[in-house]
Nanobody, 115 residues
Framework: QVHLVESGGGLVQPGGSLRLSCAAS????????MGWYHQAPGKQRELVAV???????NYADSVKGRFTISRDNAKNIVYLQMNSLKPEDTAVYCC?????????WGQGTQVTVSS
């Protein structure tokens, strides 16, 4: 059994920062890609950022230069550092982690950017 636990969401003013974490635990033999998606109200889920097991990263154009994805392989955690947040970043953010050849979703954490 594998579990993903997310943390770090909340309410922040425009221009502020948040760091999301997604920790994997359980029967883990190998972790491949780790990523973050977001879904705003009334919109489809979209990829925000992804990081490979080798550390290669890819970002949505809307967050390039503002968000940074990273991972701690020893602790099985993926992070999303979000800077210069904008109201349009408001969404539920979910992690997606490839573990033992299967994809697992986190439960989601709300990020609200508002003054």
């Amino acid at each position: 059994q594998v579990h993903l636990v997310e943390s770090g969401g909340g309410l922040v003013q425009p221009g502020g920062s948040l760091r999301l974490s997604c920790a994997a635990s359980g029967s883990i033999f190998s972790i491949y890609a780790m990523g973050w998606y977001h879904q705003a109200p009334g919109k489809q889920r979209e990829l925000v950022a992804v990081i490979s097991s080798g550390g290669s990263t890819n970002y949505a154009d809307s967050v390039k230069g503002r968000f940074t994805i990273s991972r701690d392989n020893a602790k099985n955690i993926v992070y999303l550092q979000m800077n210069s947040l904008k109201p349009e970043d408001t969404a539920v953010y979910c992690c997606l982690v490839s573990i033992n050849g299967y994809n697992y979703w986190g439960q989601g954490t709300q990020v609200t950017v508002s003054s």
